[in-house]
């Protein structure tokens, strides 16, 4: 490969949650015991060096003294609608429909706050990704979950019965669409989104699309925009993207959204714009900039291959060494949503001593409870291969 994907970064005192918070209260349980090193599966980051180009264009800009206000550059919305055409096949793309939004829950709420009033109801899907669950009740409004439902072959799947009772029974007219999905990892065939946007239509429902995970779809799989299904998709939904999960540049802050009724994009912004707080870092910019360049497309093509391996292994490995934890095989995002209910059962545990067991020999994995499953640990592979195989090694012999 051309770009390093196995050399283990040191980031201990560079601003990082998912190394330096353990021990130290907060989210992390607490810190690994004496003699096992930590590995980061828990923050939605990745443990990788990002494309050179984005810090390239990052430093020739920070060498200007001035870093006064400033607008979006054409070459900034040039860079969006070529990769959005190149990686998504997006057509009619203009620099009107994009919008800048400090990150994707910003934009939800927005949206929530232009189209509900407070303790309205907003239908999502379960498993659901806690930033929802937190933005949208913190906002003042209750979520009505709509189950992901698992078929014989394991796949989660929509139950658009339900989806349609429970917008009607709610009288629900704001829907936030997961694609592809956090934390299950599915990414979505064209025909189940028609399917699901009719749903939204037939109940006249504005819909939110999270497509910030839309770039890391695995090895056999292909992202559908949810506009791209149809007519009335794409004057329907407000979706969202980003560089950040791409590149690893959350620390930056900056997504955008697509919009292209004009009525749904005047209403976002409109309320985007209240708090005066919306407002694109400089930097951030020319990060997204640098991200979008050719290399940017190499990179993130060798990246997706990296982390289709690191999918194929844990899960085979889990399959075979972890009896009583259930999965289904993600294809898309670097995610894995283990659900340890018949475990626990079996070994008379419960989730916080089984958390617990794995974070005290350094697997740092994530507390899955919070998007509503009860037995459900996340785990991030966005990781060097090697730290993949010594924390499934750690679990096969002090966990499970």
């Given amino acids: ?170 009288s629900i007219h704001l829907a936030v669409f997961c694609s592809p999905h956090n934390p299950s990892g599915r990414v979505w065939e064209k025909w189940e989104i028609e399917k699901a946007m009719e749903v939204y239509r037939a109940n006249d429902c504005v819909v939110v699309s999270d497509e910030i995970w839309s770039d890391l779809v695995l090895n056999g799989y292909s992202h559908t925009p949810t506009q791209s299904v149809s007519e009335d998709a794409r004057n329907r939904t407000i979706a969202v993207y980003a560089p950040s999960k791409t590149f690893n540049l959350a620390g930056l802050v900056g997504s955008y959204h697509i919009i292209y009724n004009s009525y749904l994009r005047d209403r976002v912004r409109k309320q985007s714009s209240l708090s005066h707080y919306n407002s694109q870092n400089v930097l951030s910019m020319h990060a997204l900039i640098g991200a979008y360049k050719p290399e940017g497309y190499e990179w993130l093509d060798e990246l997706r291959q990296v982390l289709s391996e690191n999918v194929d292994y844990a899960y085979d490995y ?46 740092a994995w994530q507390d899955g409870r919070p998007f509503h499953r009860p037995y459900a640990i996340r785990v991030n592979l966005a990781v060097p291969h090697s730290l993949v195989m010594e924390a499934m090694e750690r679990l096969a012999k002090y966990v499970f």
């Fill in 1 to 170: 490969m051309k770009y390093d994907f196995t050399t283990i970064m040191e980031r201990h005192g560079m601003d990082s949650i998912a190394v330096d918070m353990p021990g130290k209260g907060g989210m992390a349980p607490g810190a690994p015991k004496e003699g096992f090193s930590l590995i980061p599966m828990w923050v939605a980051d990745m443990n990788f060096a990002t494309v050179p180009t984005i810090i390239d264009a990052v430093t020739e800009r920070a060498k200007h003294p001035a870093f006064g206000y400033f607008s979006p550059t054409e070459e900034y919305f040039d860079s969006i609608i070529r990769w959005q055409e190149n990686r998504n096949h997006v057509t009619r793309l203009t620099k009107e429909a994009i919008g800048y939004e400090n990150g994707v829950l910003g934009c939800v709420v927005s949206a929530a706050n232009a189209f509900c009033s407070a303790g309205d109801h907003i239908l999502l899907h379960s498993p659901t990704y806690i930033g929802f669950t937190k933005s949208l009740e913190n906002n003042g409004y209750h979520l009505v979950l709509s189950d992901l439902v698992q078929d014989e072959a394991g796949i989660w799947r929509m139950d658009y019965e339900d989806m349609d009772r429970k917008l009607k029974e709610y």
């Fill in 318 to 363: 889990i399959r075979k060494h972890f009896p009583g934890v259930k999965l289904a095989k993600p294809q898309g995002t670097y995610m894995l949503y283990l659900d340890c209910e018949e475990w626990c059962r079996e070994k008379g545990k419960n989730m916080d001593e089984l958390l617990k067991a794995g974070w005290d020999v350094g697997v």
